[in-house]
């Protein structure tokens, strides 16, 4: 995925940010790779009826990978906030740092991500010059997408640094 090929309707080419730290609250699950893709469906189903969270930054929402294991991974469908202090016992929280990121734009429906993230680590990020930083990634869903059918534009936000 080098230049500007096209692998399910994203760019290979991303642009770089260098994003300031933020906070992000909401739902935050378990789910084994085999059964992730639907099992994280169903819980961005449960994030929507959920009400507005306090302190909430409205417009923007977040699909974070906290952590992942050979099998699994953790992941939080959520707002940026303010700060952490009003939020509801038991929702989850996650520090994101200033990092620098790769972002992807992707057009389409959400079942484009797992291709997507595949093709960047296993396509893109080699022949990138580029390698993974360790802290969270992140889906970014902005006006652009349309939550009730699941498509319209979303981006793939990669923390990486230059190869050494």
Known sequence: M???????????????????????????????????????????????????LPGAVVGVTYGA????????????SGVEVGDFAALPAGLGRMRVPAQHYAVFTLHGHVSLLPRA??????????????????GPEFERYDWRFDPGSGTGTMEIWCAVRRRT
């Open 117 to 134: 993230w595949q093709a960047i680590r296993d396509e893109w990020l080699p022949q990138s010059g580029y390698e993974p930083v360790h």
């Open 2 to 52: 080098s230049g500007n090929s096209r692998i399910d309707g994203f760019p290979g080419t991303p642009r770089f940010v260098d994003a300031p730290p933020m906070l992000l609250a909401g739902l935050r699950r378990h789910h084994p790779f085999a059964t992730a893709y639907s099992s994280i469906v169903a819980q961005w189903e449960d994030w929507r009826r959920l009400p507005e």
């Open 65 to 76: 990978i906290c952590g992942a294991t050979d099998d699994s991974l953790e992941y939080l």
